[in-house]
């Protein structure tokens, strides 16, 4: 533990190359000695170079080096995170013992930001720089899930398991109905796409990443920034060294609560019987057949003839995870290289639901002049989905696996449930290929103005091989097979310049501008293929010309956009106290209107740093008082290209004992009715069509005291959204539905509060903790026309309102709405107020027995003894009212250990299932259990949505420990040898009783499966 | 390296100045109607919005369930439960959607009428036909829309922007029976006899001409809600019925005539017969419903999806789908009042007892009502069948010619229909009234389960009369659905 290992460099290149150089310059030089040291520990590595030649040393485990000089030659030693100290040498001196001092932190930390990068001081606009030291021994396919709790304004939802499943990413709420709601994710500048599954993107690539959440920093990025910009930088080598390391992860997952099935076969039975007698049907478990299916009677089960088989067991496995990652990062003075693999196998809890990529990243520079520069960035990523994740582990425990001869049971010709059968016959496996390729060249021209031009490519592709066999679906049985084979390729290729110029003018006037243009174009195609027919399964989708021809059915698709853009920005700083920011971008896209192709964003801000005024300075409490306002316009493109257009639609028409194809007027736009049944008709063009507009306000303050040990931030915004992309509706006497227009408003405000402590801060020992705390308030202030929106209007409240989101089945209709005046995605419903017990009077009256003993007594809200639509309210919302999360790192000598805790409070959720739940239907309403809580059981039973399935889900989570610690090592050829563990998702504190409340932004729960408790071991070994 | 620089931006900018989209994999007003093949396909465009679920299905949903012919299964909810008991009003989906699609496929065909109606990029051959038909659609469509709705908008040109969305309400019925006339006139002239399955021809305009006048003269004739109104004379109605519907049952005897075997009309693998002037062509090859058809399901009892034989008097077994729905059970009452017990289209067409493949009795038959047997597919695959709606059948047209013409002309007519289903002819002699009444009941017995029976009740004002539900309508409710609840939401110049 006597040397510090925190980074290291490669001493034996350097020193090759010093021992040439010296080699060839070798006269009147003194050998000069000395050792490098900070803290009072010997520096490993710190470079040793001649002032003014390229002649240079490191130093060894001891922090000693050696080299030749000249009297009078001055020695830049430095090593990273240290500020470069120079030594000059002179005459008769032999040993030089030199300290190093630690750079400052923080507050000269330089930010990137959208075209450029600034001190963090110097930032007018609101931006959270993420710390990679926290997520960096975590294991994920992509980064976004990581990223929960670790910036304020900033809501990640981790709402599938499944192996290499994203997440959902929101930064200061939602504002937009129809258009994406997910923040552009930039990578070394060059924009993406949408924020929530970068799995192109190995996180341990990653160097920072920055957030930019106000619209003075996001609407540089135009008509793509309102939903705010996560930018992200990978690594690159600096310093002047050679430097591999290999890293490797294993991950094991274990369920954190018990699968939610049936484990006694009797009470399953009796449950269904009752089930049924209780809705005046025959009972299911008699010894008879239904529907071609033997159930047996109770008797029969409690004689065990029956299996109670543990499908779980069978369809499930223990999750694991193994990530492996080798870097090798090599630069000089006038080339630096960065290479980098990963291979990253996740293995669901479903058998043979598997998950694997292979990653390579090769990022160099070059300097072709003293003046200019060339820089590429090349990731490309290889990955591979075998989908097996829909198994049935809740199927009937009394059926066997297989029957009398061997092969699998099935209970009837129509049960196509068995798990192991759709394990062996379905097919579901996706091949895809990135690449995110970089070209730039940056050219100083004088000083302080700089050209940089980057042409970005990026070049996606995917195959799908599926088949279901005959045996495996009702559809598969009758069509004997069906095959696919789909292919998908996209590319966008971006070329962007600009020019920066920076210069302080009379020591008080700091001037940056930036001023430069880029065009888009992005393409993406699809071709799909399904064959039917075919003679036995054996050949799967590999021949599928096997099929019948004459049901072959092939569809393709091609689509492209275009994004002009022209941008600038302008920074100036007084006194470095007064900073103004200004930025501007216009945008033309080709998916808008003929009339609106053009959108122009401004964007301004002001920051004054009060801790630089005498004044503040002589009360000297505060080492930093930033003060910030910004107010800005940014845009959502919202739509996919050609919704402007006229278009005609494609049909086929029976005629001439052939199906022709039928073309005309109005295409299928969209669904409505129970299960999707009708289309809607769009087509008719809107040429005036353009985009959502964001304006945002944002105020904030910084402030550091005790010598930069407590750094607080706080923001309050105000996000207001226009021009809503919505469809509306037409009379239908138009021949249409709907059609786009730009209509509605939503308004979210809210406030984040980050605190940052280096609680102890000692040579040996430190502890610091960050709190995050992030409230954000959703409004649908308008949505449109009430009467051309086809709005509906409550009928107690007059509140007017349209369903959104997903319906579902169990209620027969979409639980959620926008609602003028509410957050949106809120529950509208019926309300509950508990059983209706024996004897009482429930309150009203219903034909299907809605008001029998047991049943749920809804509440006849309009006072007429019925309960219809006109009973309903908003009865939940799923947006939180705040999220908070802490983290503490501490770190004693060589080991660290960190705890994070996230929290997500006040939402609500729909518990989807709950009274199809085992657990729930056990403790069900009887004559003699009168509870108030669980009703009887009841299979004809038509659920209306009411506020007993919905529930709250609010929970706080032990998100991560973890322990690391780093074996000092002295072996030459090793640096540094660090083992952790971790445990991810330690545990949950919540009161909701499905498996996990973390769901999506619909707050609906779907059950699956609970989620994992994952327990990580690693090993980072650098060379 | 600057010119490097300069090359690059510039072509950025060279490049990016065209933001203006082209469509692509997909065809629109720029890219179609370029030929003969486009306006072909244009107006299988306008046919197949025929097909759709939501038109296709309400053929029976309103035009047999809320009569006194048919009932759901009593457990059935919804639209149905509200058409069967004549509760059903402006939000009725089912209404909504018969209302939408009727406009959807006169958007189709005004689409095809605008782009050829001058086109010289087709021959004159291929013009004048799809022309024809295109006016042939658009009528068909309005005559829907007039009896179901009464006096609806009228949209006579493609709709392409927002201005064109909102039609203007018709003035009275007199001009959309002057549309429908005008457009059937035009059909007549411009077609020829070209018997097609799943297509309209010459002799399909004649029969539906026949059968819109027919409808305004015994509407006047009974002060029908709104007909009242009308400036034309019923009997002239009459006369130009009988001189239509007299064409198309003289004059193409090689094409159309009556089919002798009355089971041949309903065999689905004969939709050629000489019975069917227009049929819809549905075939259970299609992959999406609409392409084939559900009917069976919706006529046919349940088996508890194990399927089941319908068997016949002389001994023949027919395959049927066994997971029907049973929504469209004939009423008992009807059944059994109202066919004589040798009539073949109550012996042979309804059916209560279903039968294995041996041809036994099911036991016990959970069968819980009458069912038809005019729409069963022996062939289905899965839920796939060929089962089809007879939009326009050679048996309608000339009990229509015998209600038109009177007792001299017609009672021949009436008599051979009734001589194919085994019941004694009418007698000669009746009165015109009386024998106008006969024929009517005629069509309820020969024409049940085929979407017709409404529009009888409706034309003769006995609506009320006839089914016990409807009793205390106001005319208005009796004669007419309302105009669906959105189009009066949405449309400003209603």
Same mark, same amino acid.
């Given at each position: 533990?006597?040397?510090?290992?925190?980074?290291?460099?490669?001493?034996?290149?350097?020193?090759?190359?010093?021992?040439?150089?010296?080699?060839?310059?070798?006269?009147?030089?003194?050998?000069?000695?000395?050792?490098?040291?900070?803290?009072?520990?010997?520096?490993?590595?710190?470079?040793?170079?001649?002032?003014?030649?390229?002649?240079?040393?490191?130093?060894?485990?001891?922090?000693?080096?050696?080299?030749?000089?000249?009297?009078?030659?001055?020695?830049?030693?430095?090593?990273?995170?240290?500020?470069?100290?120079?030594?000059?040498?002179?005459?008769?001196?032999?040993?030089?013992?030199?300290?190093?001092?630690?750079?400052?932190?923080?507050?000269?930390?330089?930010?990137?930001?959208?075209?450029?990068?600034?001190?963090?001081?110097?930032?007018?606009?609101?931006?959270?720089?993420?710390?990679?030291?926290?997520?960096?021994?975590?294991?994920?396919?992509?980064?976004?899930?990581?990223?929960?709790?670790?910036?304020?304004?900033?809501?990640?939802?981790?709402?599938?398991?499944?192996?290499?499943?994203?997440?959902?990413?929101?930064?200061?709420?939602?504002?937009?109905?129809?258009?994406?709601?997910?923040?552009?994710?930039?990578?070394?500048?060059?924009?993406?796409?949408?924020?929530?599954?970068?799995?192109?993107?190995?996180?341990?690539?990653?160097?920072?990443?920055?957030?930019?959440?106000?619209?003075?920093?996001?609407?540089?990025?135009?008509?793509?920034?309102?939903?705010?910009?996560?930018?992200?930088?990978?690594?690159?080598?600096?310093?002047?060294?050679?430097?591999?390391?290999?890293?490797?992860?294993?991950?094991?997952?274990?369920?954190?609560?018990?699968?939610?099935?049936?484990?006694?076969?009797?009470?399953?039975?009796?449950?269904?019987?009752?089930?049924?007698?209780?809705?005046?049907?025959?009972?299911?478990?008699?010894?008879?057949?239904?529907?071609?299916?033997?159930?047996?009677?109770?008797?029969?089960?409690?004689?065990?003839?029956?299996?109670?088989?543990?499908?779980?067991?069978?369809?499930?496995?223990?999750?694991?995870?193994?990530?492996?990652?080798?870097?090798?990062?090599?630069?000089?003075?006038?080339?630096?290289?960065?290479?980098?693999?990963?291979?990253?196998?996740?293995?669901?809890?479903?058998?043979?639901?598997?998950?694997?990529?292979?990653?390579?990243?090769?990022?160099?520079?070059?300097?072709?002049?003293?003046?200019?520069?060339?820089?590429?960035?090349?990731?490309?990523?290889?990955?591979?989905?075998?989908?097996?994740?829909?198994?049935?582990?809740?199927?009937?425990?009394?059926?066997?696996?297989?029957?009398?001869?061997?092969?699998?049971?099935?209970?009837?010709?129509?049960?196509?449930?068995?798990?192991?059968?759709?394990?062996?016959?379905?097919?579901?496996?996706?091949?895809?290929?990135?690449?995110?390729?970089?070209?730039?060249?940056?050219?100083?021209?004088?000083?302080?103005?700089?050209?940089?031009?980057?042409?970005?490519?990026?070049?996606?592709?995917?195959?799908?091989?599926?088949?279901?066999?005959?045996?495996?679906?009702?559809?598969?049985?009758?069509?004997?097979?069906?095959?696919?084979?789909?292919?998908?390729?996209?590319?966008?290729?971006?070329?962007?310049?600009?020019?920066?110029?920076?210069?302080?003018?009379?020591?008080?006037?700091?001037?940056?501008?930036?001023?430069?243009?880029?065009?888009?174009?992005?393409?993406?195609?699809?071709?799909?293929?399904?064959?039917?027919?075919?003679?036995?399964?054996?050949?799967?989708?590999?021949?599928?010309?096997?099929?019948?021809?004459?049901?072959?059915?092939?569809?393709?698709? !091609?689509?492209?956009?275009?994004?002009?853009?022209?941008?600038?920005?302008?920074?100036?700083?007084?006194?470095?106290?007064?900073?103004?920011?200004?930025?501007?971008?216009?945008?033309?896209?080709?998916?808008?209107?003929?009339?609106?192709?053009?959108?122009?964003?401004?964007?301004?801000?002001?920051?004054?740093?009060?801790?630089?005024?005498?004044?503040?300075?002589?009360?000297?409490?505060?080492?930093?008082?930033?003060?910030?306002?910004?107010?800005?316009?940014?845009?959502?493109?919202?739509?996919?290209?050609?919704?402007?257009?006229?278009?005609?639609?494609?049909?086929?028409?029976?005629?001439?004992?052939?199906?022709?194809?039928?073309?005309?007027?109005?295409?299928?736009?969209?669904?409505?009715?129970?299960?999707?049944?009708?289309?809607?008709?769009?087509?008719?063009?809107?040429?005036?069509?353009?985009?959502?507009?964001?304006?945002?306000?944002?105020?904030?303050?910084?402030?550091?005291?005790?010598?930069?040990?407590?750094?607080?931030?706080?923001?309050?915004?105000?996000?207001?959204?226009?021009?809503?992309?919505?469809?509306?509706?037409?009379?239908?006497?138009?021949?249409?539905?709907?059609?786009?227009?730009?209509?509605?408003?939503?308004?979210?405000?809210?406030?984040?509060?980050?605190?940052?402590?280096?609680?102890?801060?000692?040579?040996?020992?430190?502890?610091?903790?960050?709190?995050?705390?992030?409230?954000?308030?959703?409004?649908?202030?308008?949505?449109?026309?009430?009467?051309?929106?086809?709005?509906?209007?409550?009928?107690?409240?007059?509140?007017? !309102?349209?369903?959104?989101?997903?319906?579902?089945?169990?209620?027969?209709?979409?639980?959620?709405?926008?609602?003028?005046?509410?957050?949106?995605?809120?529950?509208?419903?019926?309300?509950?107020?508990?059983?209706?017990?024996?004897?009482?009077?429930?309150?009203?009256?219903?034909?299907?027995?809605?008001?029998?003993?047991?049943?749920?007594?809804?509440?006849?809200?309009?006072?007429?003894?019925?309960?219809?639509?006109?009973?309903?309210?908003?009865?939940?919302?799923?947006?939180?009212?705040?999220?908070?999360?802490?983290?503490?790192?501490?770190?004693?000598?060589?080991?660290?250990?960190?705890?994070?805790?996230?929290?997500?409070?006040?939402?609500?959720?729909?518990?989807?299932?709950?009274?199809?739940?085992?657990?729930?239907?056990?403790?069900?309403?009887?004559?003699?259990?009168?509870?108030?809580? !669980?009703?009887?059981?009841?299979?004809?039973?038509?659920?209306?949505?009411?506020?007993?399935?919905?529930?709250?889900?609010?929970?706080?989570?032990?998100?991560?420990?973890?322990?690391?610690?780093?074996?000092?090592?002295?072996?030459?050829?090793?640096?540094?040898?660090?083992?952790?563990?971790?445990?991810?998702?330690?545990?949950?504190?919540?009161?909701?009783?499905?498996?996990?409340?973390?769901?999506?932004?619909?707050?609906?729960?779907?059950?699956?499966?609970?989620?994992?408790?994952?327990?990580?071991?690693?090993?980072?070994?650098?060379? | 390296?600057?010119?490097?620089?300069?090359?690059?931006?510039?072509?950025?900018?060279?490049?990016?100045?065209?933001?203006?989209?082209?469509?692509?994999?997909?065809?629109?007003?720029?890219?179609?109607?370029?030929?003969?093949?486009?306006?072909?396909?244009?107006?299988?465009?306008?046919?197949?919005?025929?097909?759709?679920?939501?038109?296709?299905?309400?053929?029976?949903?309103?035009?047999?369930?809320?009569?006194?012919?048919?009932?759901?299964?009593?457990?059935?909810?919804?639209?149905?439960?509200?058409?069967?008991?004549?509760?059903?009003?402006?939000?009725?989906?089912?209404?909504?959607?018969?209302?939408?699609?009727?406009?959807?496929?006169?958007?189709?065909?005004?689409?095809?009428?605008?782009?050829?109606?001058?086109?010289?990029?087709?021959?004159?051959?291929?013009?004048?036909?799809?022309?024809?038909?295109?006016?042939?659609?658009?009528?068909?469509?309005?005559?829907?829309?007039?009896?179901?709705?009464?006096?609806?908008?009228?949209?006579?040109?493609?709709?392409?922007?927002?201005?064109?969305?909102?039609?203007?309400?018709?003035?009275?019925?007199?001009?959309?029976?002057?549309?429908?006339?005008?457009?059937?006139?035009?059909?007549?002239?411009?077609?020829?006899?070209?018997?097609?399955?799943?297509?309209?021809?010459?002799?399909?305009?004649?029969?539906?001409?026949?059968?819109?006048?027919?409808?305004?003269?015994?509407?006047?004739?009974?002060?029908?809600?709104?007909?009242?109104?009308?400036?034309?004379?019923?009997?002239?109605?009459?006369?130009?019925?009988?001189?239509?519907?007299?064409?198309?049952?003289?004059?193409?005897?090689?094409?159309?005539?009556?089919?002798?075997?009355?089971?041949?009309?309903?065999?689905?693998?004969?939709?050629?017969?000489?019975?069917?002037?227009?049929?819809?062509?549905?075939?259970?090859?299609?992959?999406?419903?609409?392409?084939?058809?559900?009917?069976?399901?919706?006529?046919?009892?349940?088996?508890?999806?194990?399927?089941?034989?319908?068997?016949?008097?002389?001994?023949?077994?027919?395959?049927?789908?066994?997971?029907?729905?049973?929504?469209?059970?004939?009423?008992?009452?009807?059944?059994?009042?109202?066919?004589?017990?040798?009539?073949?289209?109550?012996?042979?067409?309804?059916?209560?007892?279903?039968?294995?493949?041996?041809?036994?009795?099911?036991?016990?038959?959970?069968?819980?009502?009458?069912?038809?047997?005019?729409?069963?597919?022996?062939?289905?695959?899965?839920?796939?069948?060929?089962?089809?709606?007879?939009?326009?059948?050679?048996?309608?047209?000339?009990?229509?010619?015998?209600?038109?013409?009177?007792?001299?002309?017609?009672?021949?007519?009436?008599?051979?229909?009734?001589?194919?289903?085994?019941?004694?002819?009418?007698?000669?002699?009746?009165?015109?009234?009386?024998?106008?009444?006969?024929?009517?009941?005629?069509?309820?017995?020969?024409?049940?389960?085929?979407?017709?029976?409404?529009?009888?009740?409706?034309?003769?004002?006995?609506?009320?009369?006839?089914?016990?539900?409807?009793?205390?309508?106001?005319?208005?409710?009796?004669?007419?659905?309302?105009?669906?609840?959105?189009?009066?939401?949405?449309?400003?110049?209603?």
């Amino acid at each position: 533990m006597k040397t510090i290992n925190r980074c290291l460099r490669s001493r034996w290149l350097l020193a090759l190359f010093a021992s040439l150089f010296l080699a060839v310059g070798a006269s009147a030089q003194n050998e000069v000695r000395g050792r490098v040291t900070a803290d009072g520990q010997p520096l490993v590595g710190a470079s040793v170079i001649i002032k003014g030649t390229t002649t240079g040393t490191s130093t060894d485990t001891s922090g000693d080096f050696t080299i030749r000089a000249k009297s009078g030659a001055v020695l830049s030693v430095g090593f990273v995170g240290y500020k470069t100290r120079e030594v000059a040498v002179t005459a008769g001196a032999t040993f030089l013992d030199i300290v190093l001092e630690a750079e400052e932190a923080l507050i000269d930390d330089v930010v990137v930001i959208g075209y450029g990068s600034m001190k963090k001081s110097d930032l007018t606009g609101s931006v959270v720089s993420v710390k990679m030291d926290a997520i960096k021994d975590i294991s994920a396919p992509s980064v976004e899930g990581l990223l929960q709790g670790r910036a304020a304004g900033l809501q990640i939802m981790n709402t599938s398991q499944d192996p290499g499943a994203g997440a959902v990413v929101r930064i200061r709420g939602n504002s937009s109905l129809n258009g994406s709601n997910t923040p552009l994710i930039v990578v070394d500048g060059f924009p993406i796409g949408d924020a929530g599954n970068l799995s192109q993107i190995n996180p341990s690539d990653i160097e920072s990443i920055e957030i930019l959440k106000d619209a003075s920093s996001s609407a540089i990025y135009g008509s793509r920034g309102a939903n705010g910009v996560i930018l992200i930088q990978t690594r690159t080598a600096k310093g002047g060294s050679t430097q591999v390391s290999v890293n490797h992860r294993t991950t094991i997952g274990q369920f954190t609560d018990e699968l939610n099935v049936w484990r006694n076969p009797l009470q399953m039975a009796q449950i269904a019987n009752e089930e049924l007698t209780n809705a005046g049907l025959p009972a299911l478990y008699t010894g008879q057949y239904n529907n071609g299916t033997y159930y047996p009677s109770l008797i029969e089960i409690q004689q065990g003839k029956w299996s109670n088989t543990d499908w779980a067991d069978l369809c499930m496995r223990t999750a694991v995870v193994n990530n492996t990652t080798a870097t090798l990062s090599h630069s000089t003075d006038k080339a630096a290289i960065n290479l980098s693999l990963n291979y990253f196998d996740d293995e669901g809890v479903y058998k043979k639901d598997n998950f694997r990529k292979g990653n390579v990243t090769l990022n160099g520079s070059y300097k072709l002049a003293k003046n200019f520069t060339l820089q590429t960035s090349n990731i490309f990523s290889i990955h591979k989905r075998h989908v097996n994740n829909t198994l049935e582990y809740g199927r009937n425990p009394l059926w066997p696996v297989y029957d009398e001869d061997g092969n699998y049971f099935v209970a009837s010709e129509t049960d196509f449930g068995h798990p192991l059968i759709i394990s062996d016959n379905v097919k579901n496996e996706t091949q895809g290929r990135d690449l995110i390729s970089s070209l730039a060249a940056e050219w100083e021209i004088v000083e302080g103005l700089k050209i940089r031009t980057q042409l970005n490519y990026n070049y996606s592709t995917t195959v799908q091989d599926v088949y279901n066999a005959s045996n495996t679906s009702q559809e598969a049985h009758d069509m004997n097979g069906i095959a696919q084979m789909n292919n998908s390729l996209s590319q966008d290729v971006l070329s962007e310049t600009y020019i920066t110029f920076q210069r302080t003018f009379a020591d008080r006037h700091n001037l940056s501008v930036m001023a430069g243009h880029s065009f888009d174009y992005n393409m993406g195609r699809t071709l799909g293929t399904t064959a039917y027919d075919f003679v036995n399964d054996a050949l799967g989708n590999e021949n599928m010309g096997a099929g019948n021809p004459q049901k072959n059915v092939i569809n393709n698709t !091609y689509q492209n956009s275009k994004l002009l853009s022209f941008y600038g920005r302008l920074n100036y700083v007084l006194d470095d106290k007064y900073l103004f920011t200004f930025t501007m971008r216009a945008d033309g896209s080709s998916k808008f209107g003929k009339n609106s192709k053009w959108g122009y964003f401004p964007s301004g801000a002001v920051s004054w740093k009060l801790h630089n005024e005498p004044w503040m300075q002589k009360l000297n409490v505060f080492d930093e008082f930033k003060i910030r306002a910004s107010w800005g316009l940014s845009g959502n493109q919202g739509i996919s290209p050609y919704q402007t257009l006229n278009r005609y639609g494609t049909e086929k028409y029976w005629f001439a004992d052939k199906w022709q194809t039928a073309i005309g007027p109005g295409y299928e736009a969209g669904r409505e009715g129970a299960n999707d049944r009708y289309i809607l008709w769009g087509g008719i063009s809107n040429p005036d069509l353009r985009w959502e507009s964001t304006r945002q306000w944002n105020l904030g303050v910084d402030l550091a005291f005790f010598r930069r040990r407590l750094r607080v931030t706080m923001d309050y915004y105000d996000k207001y959204t226009t021009d809503l992309l919505r469809e509306k509706y037409l009379p239908l006497s138009s021949g249409y539905d709907k059609m786009w227009v730009n209509d509605g408003n939503i308004r979210n405000r809210g406030f984040e509060l980050t605190l940052d402590g280096d609680i102890v801060s000692r040579k040996n020992t430190s502890l610091s903790a960050t709190f995050i705390f992030s409230r954000n308030r959703n409004k649908v202030t308008d949505l449109g026309n009430a009467v051309s929106s086809g709005l509906s209007t409550d009928y107690l409240t007059g509140m007017q !309102y349209e369903v959104c989101g997903q319906s579902l089945s169990m209620f027969n209709g979409n639980p959620s709405v926008y609602a003028i005046g509410y957050p949106m995605y809120v529950f509208y419903g019926y309300r509950v107020d508990g059983i209706i017990q024996q004897g009482e009077d429930p309150g009203f009256m219903s034909s299907d027995g809605k008001d029998l003993p047991g049943e749920l007594k809804y509440v006849d809200l309009n006072g007429d003894y019925a309960i219809d639509d006109r009973d309903r309210c908003i009865i939940g919302d799923p947006n939180p009212d705040f999220t908070a999360s802490l983290n503490l790192a501490f770190r004693y000598k060589n080991l660290d250990v960190s705890v994070f805790l996230n929290g997500v409070f006040g939402n609500d959720v729909i518990y989807n299932g709950y009274t199809y739940d085992p657990r729930v239907k056990i403790k069900r309403w009887t004559p003699d259990n009168p509870t108030n809580k !669980y009703p009887r059981l009841n299979s004809t039973r038509s659920y209306l949505f009411s506020d007993y399935f919905v529930h709250d889900g609010s929970f706080v989570r032990m998100q991560n420990i973890n322990i690391g610690y780093t074996i000092p090592v002295r072996k030459a050829f090793i640096r540094s040898v660090r083992v952790f563990a971790n445990i991810e998702n330690a545990y949950t504190f919540t009161e909701f009783d499905g498996y996990d409340p973390e769901v999506g932004v619909d707050g609906i729960y779907w059950g699956g499966y609970p989620r994992l408790r994952k327990y990580t071991i690693g090993l980072d070994l650098k060379f | 390296m600057k010119n490097l620089l300069y090359i690059i931006s510039l072509c950025g900018l060279l490049t990016a100045c065209d933001l203006q989209e082209e469509p692509y994999g997909f065809y629109s007003d720029d890219n179609f109607y370029k030929n003969e093949t486009d306006a072909e396909s244009g107006l299988l465009y306008a046919y197949n919005a025929l097909t759709f679920l939501e038109y296709s299905r309400g053929i029976f949903y309103i035009g047999d369930i809320p009569t006194e012919t048919m009932s759901p299964k009593s457990d059935e909810a919804g639209d149905v439960y509200q058409l069967e008991n004549w509760i059903a009003g402006r939000e009725t989906e089912q209404l909504k959607y018969y209302f939408k699609y009727c406009y959807i496929a006169i958007n189709r065909a005004n689409t095809v009428i605008d782009h050829i109606y001058n086109s010289s990029a087709l021959s004159e051959t291929a013009r004048r036909r799809i022309l024809g038909e295109a006016y042939f659609l658009r009528a068909w469509n309005y005559f829907n829309l007039v009896r179901t709705f009464g006096v609806v908008p009228v949209q006579t040109q493609m709709v392409a922007e927002l201005s064109q969305t909102t039609p203007p309400m018709a003035t009275g019925l007199d001009q959309l029976y002057d549309l429908i006339f005008g457009d059937l006139a035009r059909a007549d002239e411009l077609l020829e006899v070209n018997k097609v399955f799943g297509r309209a021809d010459k002799v399909a305009a004649q029969a539906l001409m026949a059968k819109a006048y027919l409808t305004v003269a015994s509407s006047k004739e009974h002060n029908v809600y709104r007909y009242t109104e009308m400036r034309r004379e019923p009997q002239i109605m009459y006369d130009s019925a009988a001189y239509w519907a007299g064409k198309v049952v003289r004059d193409y005897k090689n094409s159309y005539d009556f089919d002798d075997n009355l089971r041949d009309i309903y065999d689905v693998n004969k939709p050629t017969g000489p019975e069917h002037i227009f049929i819809m062509p549905i075939d259970r090859s299609g992959t999406q419903e609409g392409n084939y058809s559900k009917l069976p399901l919706l006529f046919l009892p349940s088996n508890n999806s194990v399927p089941f034989y319908i068997r016949y008097g002389n001994g023949d077994l027919q395959r049927a789908n066994g997971n029907g729905w049973g929504v469209f059970l004939c009423n008992d009452e009807f059944v059994e009042t109202q066919f004589s017990t040798t009539d073949k289209r109550r012996t042979e067409l309804i059916h209560r007892d279903i039968y294995d493949v041996s041809g036994n009795p099911i036991v016990p038959n959970q069968v819980k009502g009458y069912f038809s047997s005019k729409y069963v597919d022996p062939d289905f695959i899965g839920e796939r069948t060929s089962a089809r709606p007879y939009l326009i059948r050679f048996s309608d047209i000339a009990l229509v010619y015998a209600e038109a013409a009177g007792p001299e002309e017609g009672l021949a007519y009436v008599n051979r229909i009734r001589e194919r289903a085994g019941v004694t002819p009418l007698p000669s002699g009746m009165t015109v009234d009386k024998f106008r009444e006969a024929v009517i009941k005629e069509r309820a017995l020969e024409l049940a389960f085929e979407g017709n029976r409404l529009y009888d009740l409706r034309r003769t004002a006995s609506v009320t009369t006839t089914d016990i539900k409807a009793a205390g309508l106001s005319e208005a409710e009796a004669a007419y659905y309302p105009i669906p609840q959105r189009e009066i939401d949405l449309n400003p110049n209603l």
